[in-house]
T-cell receptor
Framework: DTEVTQTPKHLVMGMTNKKSLKCEQHMGHRAMYWYKQKAKKPPELMFV???????INESVPSRFSPECPNSSLLNLHLHALQPEDSALYLC???????????????FGSGTRLTVV | AQKVTQAQTEISVVEKEDVTLDCVYE???????LFWYKQPPSGELVFLIRRNSFDEQNEISGRYSWNFQKSTSSFNFTITASQVVDSAVYFC????????????FGAGTRLTVKP
């Protein structure tokens, strides 16, 4: 299995809703990443987990709450989002942090989030 | 600070034309890695190539080729005999495994190949 699987593929939520994005990989990778990509923009790093511990938080607002319950799973909990948070949310993984930096990441196909 | 510049926002070619996507990068580090990713409309980023800063050898993979020149801090990507399936957004990216482990992307170039 060489895939990163993200669910759901599409999500529409209201500003008062609570929802979660899920990312799963079974490649034995120990680093996992959340990226946010606005339309016609490059992906921007949000969070990095290394060995299930949060390694990097790129000053993301607290309405985004990541969670890594085990080495295969990465969640992004969403609460009280704003319309400007509408974007494609990409998950990625790499064997570990250092390997990722020189070997690249495996990306999922993303969740297209619309906040209404 | 690391920076990747893809000056071409959009390129449109007719099938079978050759096309080159430019990528210029900035970094103060001597060890770094450069990547090209393809993002089709489905959304996922597809890895195309990786090159480390010590390996300036150009690479060819089928219709794809890459020209890495440290002297001009460029890592350009050429598609020969383009096909409609090549239509996508292409991102150049830079990572430094000894500083930030994250990957910094250029703004991307949207390539449209018309039949």
């Amino acid at each position: 299995d060489t895939e990163v699987t993200q669910t759901p593929k599409h999500l529409v939520m209201g500003m008062t809703n609570k929802k979660s994005l899920k990312c799963e990989q079974h490649m034995g990778h120990r680093a996992m990443y959340w990226y946010k990509q606005k339309a016609k923009k490059p992906p921007e790093l949000m969070f990095v987990y290394s060995y299930e511990k949060l390694s990097i938080n790129e000053s993301v607002p607290s309405r985004f709450s990541p969670e890594c319950p085990n080495s295969s799973l990465l969640n992004l909990h969403l609460h009280a989002l704003q319309p400007e948070d509408s974007a494609l949310y990409l998950c990625a993984s790499s064997q570990d942090l250092g390997t990722g930096a020189f070997a690249g990441y495996t990306f999922g196909s993303g969740t297209r989030l619309t906040v209404v | 600070a690391q920076k990747v510049t893809q000056a071409q926002t959009e390129i449109s070619v007719v099938e079978k034309e050759d096309v080159t996507l430019d990528c210029v990068y900035e970094t103060r580090d001597t060890t770094y890695y450069l990547f090209w990713y393809k993002q089709p409309p489905s959304g996922e980023l597809v890895f195309l190539i990786r090159r480390n800063s010590f390996d300036e050898q150009n690479e060819i993979s089928g219709r794809y080729s890459w020209n890495f020149q440290k002297s001009t801090s460029s890592f350009n990507f050429t598609i020969t005999a383009s096909q409609v399936v090549d239509s996508a957004v292409y991102f150049c990216a830079l990572s430094d495994p000894y500083n930030n482990n994250d990957m910094r992307f250029g703004a991307g170039t949207r390539l449209t190949v018309k039949p």
